[in-house]
């Protein structure tokens, strides 16, 4: 590595695998569960499995963010981090905190958490993805604003690049959006409205500028093509981004009780959402098909590639199939909804973290790239997971339309809970493809303790 203080980044990315692999372990435990309703019940109920799968998807990502952060920022700014020592107090404040909350998730009833750790006095709590108890989110922005004050007095100091700079902005959004859960109107319109601020704005927005920057910086170090080329791709597609992504939130305030122009608004700007996802495929293409070197470390290209195709299908096709206003009438809230997710947040963030993991992690262990056998074994976890999450996107796809016909369209619609019953069998597939993508993500990381001589950079 360039420079000593990117150090800080490997054991946020060695924490950010961790929870990787706890939120893919609840992530089964939730899934069973829809076909064998009492499955660990009373210990672990649906309810508590399914915070923790989420909340460790949230954590984890931002684990990552934050390393991917601490290594790229030294590396264009052409000066050491700040202080590596606050990034290292930073991360064990976070860890032991998310640590924390989970043990506080799974051994202590919600209402009664809630009651311990001061909701009462600020309430934040009960709604879906920020469950998080109030005190572990003023925690978040203690972490969340000593970690951009650290990044911010770096570029300062040192080169302005329009990758860290994009960066930059992403983060900052992402910390002054979260600050929308400490909004909690008493008028459910309202409250509504203002989650889908973080909610939406987070990953159909700001967290795609971390996600083009991330891009943008392994596609120049691995293609060798000229910064500038690279960075004009970067600022059509936050510009695409930004324009989209923004009213596109619209699509979440159709059936709320807001006014029903947003189902107008909502709808043309969310059926342009997919552009920017097909201008990064476009993009990561391109450049390595203009590659002027050859890197060793195939492995980290293919991610780079794989993130752009799927979060194009997952983000951009599967969003696009359920976000005009009268199709979303039916399907919002079905498995349609969930297969989604799954695929976008695979595709998007999963992939474009690993992406920085499978690149700077070798660097970070002193060597360009990894030795053939472990990129080998690292290339078959790539397939393993994303033909994994492909299939479950699938199968939830054809429960969800099941689902929509059975419980919403047919002459004599059943209850929820009955149509449940009737789309079992793709919960039952949707789970043991899980756990074929729960292999691939070992053998992900069985890879990196593959023994070989390790390649020197080209």
């Not at 992530?27 to 909340?55: C, E, K, S, W």
């Not at 079992?424 to 043991?432: D, H, I, N, T």
Request: charged share 10%; no cysteine.
């Amino acid at each position: 590595m360039q420079y000593q203080s990117q150090a800080v980044a490997k054991p946020y990315f060695i924490a950010a695998i961790a929870l990787f692999v706890a939120q893919i372990l609840f992530g089964l435990i939730m899934g069973l569960q829809y076909v064998v309703g009492d499955f660990l019940f009373p210990y672990i109920p649906f309810n508590v499995a399914r915070m923790v799968h989420t909340n460790a998807l949230i954590v984890w990502l931002l684990m990552g963010f934050m390393g991917a952060a601490y290594y790229l920022i030294p590396e264009e700014s052409e000066t050491e981090l700040y202080s590596p020592k606050l990034a290292l107090a930073m991360f064990w404040i976070f860890l032991v905190a998310a640590g924390l909350t989970v043990v506080g998730y799974l051994t202590v009833p919600y209402a009664r958490l809630a009651a311990m750790t001061g909701n009462d006095l600020l309430p934040t709590m009960g709604r879906e993805f920020l469950e998080q108890p109030t005190i572990t989110k003023l925690g978040i922005v203690v972490v969340a604003l000593a970690f951009l004050f650290n990044l911010t007095m770096t570029v300062l100091k040192g080169r302005k690049t329009a990758v860290n700079t994009v960066l930059l902005i992403g983060l900052w959004g992402l910390a002054v959006l979260f600050l929308f859960s400490f909004v909690n109107p008493h008028n459910v319109v309202r409250d509504k409205f203002y989650w889908w601020w973080v909610v939406h704005l987070w990953v159909e927005g700001v967290w795609e500028l971390i996600l083009g920057s991330i891009l943008a910086f392994v596609l120049i170090k691995v293609t060798g093509v000229d910064r500038e080329v690279i960075e004009k791709w970067l600022y059509v597609i936050i510009t695409l981004t930004l324009v989209t992504g923004i009213l596109g939130t619209g699509h979440h305030y159709y059936w709320i009780g807001t006014p029903e122009y947003w189902q107008l608004i909502g709808s043309i700007f969310s059926a342009l959402e997919p552009i920017p996802f097909f201008a990064m495929t476009l993009f990561a293409f391109n450049m390595v098909n203009r590659r002027r070197r050859e890197h060793p470390n195939k492995a980290a290209t293919l991610w780079a590639l794989g993130t752009g195709v799927m979060a194009f299908l997952g983000a951009g096709v599967w969003g696009f199939l359920h976000t005009l206003s009268p199709v979303n009438y039916y399907t919002h809230g079905t498995q349609i909804t969930a297969a989604h997710g799954h695929m976008a947040f695979y595709g998007a963030y999963v992939m474009a973290n690993i992406t920085m993991i499978s690149y700077a992690m070798p660097i970070l262990r002193g060597r360009a790239a990894n030795s053939n056998r472990s990129q080998v074994a690292e290339m078959w976890g790539f397939w393993l997971m994303t033909i994994s999450i492909v299939f479950i996107t699938l199968f939830l796809t054809a429960a969800g339309i099941l689902q929509v016909w059975l419980q919403r369209v047919s002459d004599s619609p059943l209850p929820f809970m009955v149509a449940q019953e009737n789309v079992s069998l793709f919960y039952w597939m949707r789970e043991w493809t899980g756990v074929i993508f729960l292999i691939g993500l070992l053998v992900y990381i069985w890879s990196f303790f593959i023994p070989g001589e390790g390649k020197a950079a080209a």
